[in-house]
């Protein structure tokens, strides 16, 4: 078998000149690549491997329909043409009873043909980017399918009966106008990870919580007001998105889940996060930033494994002191909130590598600070510091002190001074001590990292 991969019409058309080294055999090609070959329409060679051709590559061309003999290559497995200026999919694609693979994504491409149920053995679509408002019937007769990508459609409903779909593992949706699921998504007993961010959802449809093999949702990006407790029914759910909402309220059952590792809620209207937040052991990464949280709930010291946590942009006026037992931390982000100082717990988390406290109301840190060795990034503009603890002299690993928005290099250095009052030795510069900006542009928040 002689596979060609060419990057040039010259050089492509240059290797596929029949071989002659043998009398009476034939050449055997099985796979064609002619990406990025500014090509108008499928090559005539093509056609001369119709036979034996099984992978053919078009992608990021100018092709704009796919004439006929291009479905007489029956053994044909994988056709990718992506990124073209095809407006349909012809009912000719039917022959192609052999296709495993197919992508039409980025072309303009309005409907799936109802033949399209004769390519049985299609295990991947890849569709993404194209004007489709619904699907055939006979979509649902594609049995063998296992993963499914429709992001960025005009699609309103999935057919009444999408559930016959049982082998589908994968299922990316995307910025569509779906407001609600058939009822018969609940066959989907192997469906692992769910897309269904940027579209029109005002609530989670009841349907999800019977897709119990579930292990990444993205809910992101909705008009959700609620996270209900149903949610918790998915055991084996890892990874939950539901940021960009309107989510006023996280149902305590939420705590079900009990495999999830990844949960974000950023951008959403919490007020509060429930004391069962804590029952999530298995969290790594926790956001919440971008709500109008005015307290964390003790328990969140409970996520022993939690790596990352982002708390931004709310409205914080204390930490809990149980925030030390977050020891495998090492992203810390509390930027725009009202805290007026840390807890001497925070000392603990000694993991930390990565913490922002801009834009606070900070007028000291505690000494315990100074335990949080490997720390490498502390941001610390826009609060109202009169100087450091001199504990900050055993940060060796710091590479970056952000006392300004305006300093202009990452380290600055500090003296060593007798504070005022207490006689103790503090650090200082000529940047202390802080003259913190107005309120006024407190709820904007800003991503440092």
């Known amino acids: 078998v002689q596979c060609l991969e060419m990057t040039t019409k010259r050089k492509l058309i240059g290797r596929l000149v029949p071989c002659r080294c043998f009398r009476g055999e034939e050449e055997i090609i099985s796979v064609l690549d002619y990406s990025h070959c500014s090509l108008q329409q499928v090559p005539k060679e093509v056609f001369n491997f119709e036979r034996t051709l099984e992978e053919l590559y078009l992608d990021a061309n100018q092709i704009e329909e796919l004439p006929k003999q291009l479905f007489n290559c029956q053994a044909l497995r994988k056709l990718s043409i992506p990124d073209n200026d095809l407006s349909s999919l012809p ?18 491409v ?26 055939p019937d006979g979509f649902t007769q594609l049995l063998n399918l296992t993963q499914l990508y429709l992001n960025d459609a005009f699609l309103e409903f999935l057919p009444a009966n999408f559930g016959r779909l049982v082998k589908l593992r994968i299922l990316e949706l995307r910025e569509n106008h ?7 998504m609940h066959k989907l007993a192997q469906l692992e990870r769910l897309d269904l961010g940027n579209n029109e959802f005002s609530e989670l449809p009841e349907v999800l919580d019977q897709i119990q093999n579930l292990r990444e949702l993205w809910m992101d990006n909705n ?24 989510i006023e309220t996280v149902d305590p059952d939420v705590s079900g889940c009990e495999a999830l590792e990844d949960l974000l809620l950023s951008s959403n209207m919490l007020q509060q996060l429930p004391d069962s937040i804590g029952l999530l052991k298995k969290l790594t990464t926790l956001k919440v930033d971008d709500n109008q949280l005015t307290v964390l709930p003790n ?11 982002d708390c931004s942009c709310n409205e914080l006026e204390s930490l809990p002191s149980t925030v030390g037992f977050l020891h495998s931390l090492r992203t810390l982000a509390v930027d ?9 717990e925070i000392g ?10 801009r834009s606070n109301k900070l007028e000291f840190l505690p000494e315990e600070i100074g ?79």
């Open 91 to 108: 009912s000719s694609i039917a022959s192609l009873v052999n296709l495993k693979e197919l992508d039409i994504s980025k072309n303009g």
């Open 110 to 135: 309005q409907e799936f043909p109802e033949n399209i149920k004769c390519c049985k053995c299609l295990t991947i679509i890849e569709a993404s980017v194209n004007p489709i408002s619904k699907l």
């Open 178 to 184: 779906l407001k609600t699921l058939p009822k018969s």
């Open 223 to 246: 008009a959700l007001q609620v996270l209900p407790g149903s949610i918790g029914k998915l055991k084996m759910l890892v990874y939950l998105d539901m940021s960009k909402n309107r």
């Open 299 to 309: 328990t969140i010291g409970n996520l022993s494994l939690l790596e990352e946590f």
């Open 336 to 344: 725009e909130n009202f805290l007026p100082e840390l807890p001497r």
């Open 348 to 357: 603990s988390c000694k993991n930390v590598t990565v913490m922002s406290l």
């Open 371 to 449: 335990q949080m060795q490997k720390l490498r990034v502390l941001n610390l503009s826009d609060n109202r510091l009169k100087n450091l603890p001199f504990s900050f002299t055993k940060l060796k690993e710091l590479a970056a002190l952000w006392l300004s928005d305006n300093q202009s290099k990452a380290l600055i250095p500090l003296q060593t001074e007798a504070h005022p009052e207490t006689k103790q030795r503090v650090l200082t510069n000529y940047m202390f001590p802080q003259q913190p900006r107005g309120d006024e542009g407190r709820f904007f928040c800003a991503i440092i990292f």
